[in-house]
Nanobody, 117 residues
Framework: QVQLVESGGGLVQPGGSLRLSCVAS????????MNWYRQVPGKERELVAS???????NIVDSVKGRFTISRDNRRRAVYLEMNSLKPDDTGVYYC???????????WGQGTQVIVSS
């Protein structure tokens, strides 16, 4: 059974950093575009960053220059390095795997990020 398991969320002060990890099981990661989404209560889930294979990267403007996405296909992992965090970055962050040839998707359970003093 395919699983995406996120980790690395938590409470951090403004200006701080977190590194989110997502480890996938039972899929061949290089067949998927890997995405990080963010959801805030009352709002739609927002695509924050994506990385193709090979590594074409897209980052939403609101986090550009602060967030970095990377992948390690051998470890079946994707990472989101988040720096200079702001309160607006608060939300539940979801890992998403999107299969290249048919867009079939898998989702993780989410990891909470709270940026607050």
């Amino acid at each position: 059974q395919v699983q995406l398991v996120e980790s690395g969320g938590g409470l951090v002060q403004p200006g701080g950093s977190l590194r989110l990890s997502c480890v996938a099981s039972e899929i061949i990661l290089n067949q998927y575009r890997m995405n990080w989404y963010r959801q805030v209560p009352g709002k739609e889930r927002e695509l924050v960053a994506s990385i193709d294979n090979p590594a074409t990267i897209n980052i939403v403007d609101s986090v550009k220059g602060r967030f970095t996405i990377s992948r390690d296909n051998r470890r079946r992992a994707v990472y989101l390095e988040m720096n200079s965090l702001k309160p607006d970055d608060t939300g539940v962050y979801y890992c998403n795997a999107q299969r290249f040839w048919d867009d079939y998707q898998y989702w993780g359970q989410g990891t909470q990020v709270i940026v607050s003093s």
